[in-house]
């Protein structure tokens, strides 16, 4: 399976890439906002997207938005990883599209259990 992570933070995309990896994911793409990703999933076969909402240029619901609204992305499975936990955010990112939720810090058990639960394995 290859994976997206989207994330404006190099450090924090590297977290996560290492946390996928410790998963057990080893095909993982990175950009580094919305309109990057939105790029990447244009010229690459992706089957699962991690994505912050907070980024400059595009941000996560943005991202969403525009996948859900694409005839080819429409369902891709999209992971939130976030550090925005208010319910209201939960339910606005849900109603944007996101498959799931997870908020920050979180470690490679609880990204696996997560992407587990979408993809159903």
């Not at 190099?10 to 996560?16: E, K, P, W």
């Not at 095909?27 to 400059?56: C, H, Q, S, Y």
């Amino acid at each position: 399976m290859r994976l997206l992570v989207v994330d404006d933070s190099s450090t924090m995309r590297r977290i996560i890439r290492n946390n996928l990896k410790a998963a057990g994911y080893d095909d993982v793409l990175e950009a580094e906002n919305g309109e990057g990703a939105l790029a990447r999933l244009k010229d690459d076969k992706v089957d699962f997207v991690i994505t912050d909402w907070n980024m400059p240029v595009m941000n996560g619901i943005e991202l969403v938005t525009a996948m859900r609204t694409s005839e080819t992305l429409k369902k891709t499975p999209v992971l939130m990883v976030t550090t925005m936990a208010e319910k209201e955010n939960i339910l606005q990112a849900m109603q944007a599209g996101v498959t799931n939720y997870v908020v920050k810090p979180f470690d490679a058990a609880t990204l696996k259990k997560k992407i587990e639960q979408i993809v159903g394995q």
